[in-house]
C-alpha cells in the first residue's frame, strides 16, 4: 500500500508538472501565433486486456488495465498540440490461488502527457501525425478468499506500468469532420509488480517481478464531429514480449466538452 500512495503521489506530481508547462506554452506561444492557442477538454475512457500472461522467468501474471476519466488538449499552433490525460477505474477481479467464489478489489489510475504533430502540406487529402508520449499506470489489488478450500488467504498485488511511445499516423480526410487514422510506432515499456499473500496466520509470500521492452505496436482510429461534439475512436495492438510473446489490445474513445479556454 506504501508503494501504491507513492505511485499516487508522482503522478499528482507529474500532473502539476504538466499543467504548469501547459499554462508556460500558453504565455510564450500566444504573442507568437496568429491563432491565439486553445485549451480543450474531453471526457476519455478505456480499457486493455493482454491476450495471454505475461510470463518472467517462471512467474506468469495476467495485464488488464482500463479508465473513465479526463483529456486535456492545449493547441500551440494550427499543427501541433501538448495533451495530458488522467483516468481512473475501480473493479473486481478473481482472486487466482483461492477459491471459485473469491474476489476483491481492483483500482487502476492511469496518466498521459505527450506532444502531437501534423504535417498536413499536401494538395491531397493526406496528413501526416508525429507522436510522442508516455503513459503512467499503477494497479492496486486485494482479494479476501479460502487457499486449497481449507485455509484463509488475504492476498494483494502493487504494480506500476510505463509506457514510452513514438508514432507516425497516416490521416485521410474524408471532408472537414470525419478523419480516419492508420499508424505504428515504437513502444518502450516497463513493468514492475509485488504480490503479497497471507495464507491462515503463518505462511507469508512475496514476489515480485520487474520486466521491460522495446516492441512495436499499430492503431487504427476514426475522428468525427456529432451534434457539433468531436468524437474520437480508437484500438491499439502492443507486443508485450518478455520471456513469451503477447499481444496487449486495447480499445479508447473521447468527446469533447463544450468548454474551451
Known amino acids: 500500500m506504501q508503494t501504491y500512495t507513492a505511485n499516487l503521489n508522482n503522478k499528482c506530481l507529474i500532473v502539476l508538472v504538466a499543467l504548469v508547462l501547459v499554462l508556460f506554452c500558453k ?54 498540440n501538448l495533451f495530458v490525460n488522467y483516468g481512473q477505474l475501480a473493479t473486481s477481479k478473481k482472486c487466482a490461488t483461492c477459491d471459485e467464489d473469491a474476489s476483491g478489489s481492483l483500482d487502476i489510475e492511469t496518466i498521459k502527457f505527450g506532444y502531437n504533430y501534423r504535417y ?3 494538395t491531397s487529402p493526406i496528413s501526416i501525425d508525429l507522436q510522442l508520449s508516455k503513459e503512467l499506470t499503477t494497479h492496486f489489488g486485494e482479494a479476501l478468499g479460502v487457499f486449497d478450500l481449507s485455509e484463509p488467504v488475504t492476498a494483494s498485488i502493487d504494480s506500476s506500468s510505463t509506457f514510452t511511445r513514438g508514432s507516425v499516423g497516416l490521416n485521410y480526410h474524408l471532408n472537414d469532420e470525419v478523419v480516419l487514422t492508420a499508424g505504428g510506432g515504437i ?7 509485488t504480490a503479497k499473500s497471507i495464507i491462515g496466520s503463518d505462511i507469508r509470500i512475496s514476489t515480485q517481478i520487474e520486466i521491460g521492452e522495446t516492441d512495436r505496436f499499430y492503431f487504427i482510429e476514426s475522428s468525427f464531429v456529432v451534434f457539433g461534439r468531436a468524437i474520437n475512436l480508437g484500438v491499439r495492438q502492443s507486443n508485450l514480449n ?18 474551451s479556454f
Open 120 to 122: 498536413s502540406d499536401f
Open 242 to 259: 518478455a520471456d513469451n510473446e503477447s499481444l496487449f489490445r486495447e480499445v479508447y474513445a473521447g468527446i469533447s466538452l463544450p468548454w
Open 27 to 80: 504565455s510564450t506561444f500566444a504573442s507568437d501565433t496568429s491563432d491565439s492557442p486553445r485549451l480543450s477538454l474531453a471526457v476519455i475512457g478505456g480499457v486493455g486486456l493482454a491476450q495471454s500472461d505475461i510470463q518472467v522467468n517462471d512467474l506468469a501474471f495476467p495485464y488488464v488495465t482500463g479508465f473513465i476519466g479526463v483529456g486535456s488538449k492545449y493547441q500551440l499552433n494550427d499543427a501541433s
Open 187 to 193: 513502444n518502450k515499456w516497463d513493468m514492475s509488480a
